[in-house]
Structure formats: structure tokens, C-alpha cells
T-cell receptor, first 116, second 112 residues
Framework: DTGVSQDPRHKITKRGQNVTFRCDPI?????LYWYRQTLGQGPEFLTY????????KSRLLSDRFSAERPKGSFSTLEIQRTEQGDSAMYLC??????????????FGPGTRLTVL | KQEVTQIPAALSVPEGENLVLNCSFT??????LQWFRQDPGKGLTSLLL?????REQTSGRLNASLDKSSGRSTLYIAASQPGDSATYLC???????????FGQGTRLTINP
């Protein structure tokens, strides 16, 4: 494993359904981030974990959104009662955290969500 | 609130030209700045990271500079190639926070 992986790569769902995305970070990275990117825009921060602790959440993360990182390894992002406005690319990133002087973030390929 | 702006939004140049992409940010209290490349429908590839104490970083045909006091960074691409066509994003990491704040990107097209 040489990079961040995300699954699925594409998800089409109907409005009102629940969806869950998975992110597997680079194995030695203890920090994990979720971002959302809409068409033509830069990514926007959603939330971040250090190990299993969720330390920061954006106001963009409404109560329909929940993220977990149960064992400090992979993470899941769930969206309940999806709305058409949730259609976006969901990006996951990871970094070494305090072990790195630079704390460079490395991104996965993203999950493209389309809500019909 | 930190805001990041990239100008121009789109740029089209003939192959072989040297070019400069611009990024500006409103709050100079940054920890570092990263430049990314994004191909259509794909994730982000990190190109260069500049720490706040550094002035520039180089990787191959790419050179990124940082002027923290004026809130500006530039990405210089030498001898552009059609394979350089992509969207280029800059992002700053604010001091005391972990998130990256992104610009909207510059969509670059290199014409053969």
C-alpha cells in the first residue's frame, strides 16, 4: 500500500437514502482528514482525526453527517437522508502528524457522490 | 478568516512556454503552503510544500516561491508540456489548525 485509498470511487443514490464511504490512510499516518469538493471549486475541510479521536469538525458537517475512525486506522463518512446538495467529490487525506516536520497531507482518489 | 485566491481561473498556452500561476492568501500567519495538481475527476497529487520559513522549493521543472509578508505564492512551470494540462490548486495550513484552506484552482491547458 503506497497511498490513500477510498471506496467506492463512485456512488449514485436517490434523495433520502443513506450512504457510507470508506477511507484507508497511508499505514503509518496517524492523522486523517475529510474534505468535500463541488464542481469548479477547491476542496473544503469537513473534519479531522488524530488516531481515533475526532478533533475538529467544520460547520459544513451538518447533523446528517457523521465520521468515525474506530481503531485509528480506516475511517468512514456516513451521510444520512441524502439531499441533492450533497452531490460532490468526497476526498480523504492523511498525514504523519507530529512525527513529521512538514505534516504534508496526501490525498486519495476521492468518492464521487451523485444524489438523484 | 483565511481566504485563498488563485488567478487566473483558466490559462491556455502553447507547448514549450514557461508560465506562472498565482496564489494569494489574506492571513500571513500560515504554517505551510502546498501546491497540488488535479486531473479531471481525480484526487489531488501533492507537487510542492513550502514551510513558512522557506522562500522557495523546486522539483524538476516546477518551482514554487512564497512571500509570506505579502500573502503570495507563485508556481513556475518551465518548458510546459501537454501532460501538464490539469487544474492546479494551492492550499495554506493555518498556524494552530490542521485543516488546509484551498483556492479555487487554475485550470491549465497546454496546446501541442
Amino acid at each position: 500500500d503506497t497511498g490513500v485509498s477510498q471506496d467506492p470511487r463512485h456512488k449514485i443514490t436517490k434523495r433520502g437514502q443513506n450512504v457510507t464511504f470508506r477511507c484507508d490512510p497511508i499505514s503509518e499516518h496517524n492523522r486523517l482528514y475529510w474534505y468535500r469538493q463541488t464542481l469548479g471549486q477547491g476542496p473544503e475541510f469537513l473534519t479531522y482525526f488524530q488516531n481515533e479521536a475526532q478533533l475538529e469538525k467544520s460547520r459544513l458537517l451538518s447533523d446528517r453527517f457523521s465520521a468515525e475512525r474506530p481503531k485509528g486506522s480506516f475511517s468512514t463518512l456516513e451521510i444520512q437522508r441524502t439531499e441533492q446538495g450533497d452531490s460532490a467529490m468526497y476526498l480523504c487525506a492523511s498525514s504523519l502528524g507530529l512525527a513529521s516536520a512538514y505534516n504534508e497531507q496526501f490525498f486519495g482518489p476521492g468518492t464521487r457522490l451523485t444524489v438523484l | 478568516k483565511q481566504e485563498v485566491t488563485q488567478i487566473p481561473a483558466a490559462l491556455s498556452v502553447p507547448e514549450g512556454e514557461n508560465l506562472v500561476l498565482n496564489c494569494s492568501f489574506t492571513d500571513s500567519a500560515i504554517y505551510n503552503l502546498q501546491w497540488f495538481r488535479q486531473d479531471p475527476g481525480k484526487g489531488l497529487t501533492s507537487l510542492l510544500l513550502i514551510q513558512s520559513s522557506q522562500r522557495e522549493q523546486t522539483s524538476g521543472r516546477l518551482n514554487a516561491s512564497l512571500d509570506k509578508s505579502s500573502g503570495r505564492s507563485t508556481l513556475y512551470i518551465a518548458a510546459s508540456q501537454p501532460g501538464d494540462s490539469a487544474t492546479y490548486l494551492c492550499a495554506v495550513k493555518i498556524q494552530g489548525a490542521q485543516k488546509l484552506v484551498f483556492g479555487q484552482g487554475t485550470r491549465l491547458t497546454i496546446n501541442p
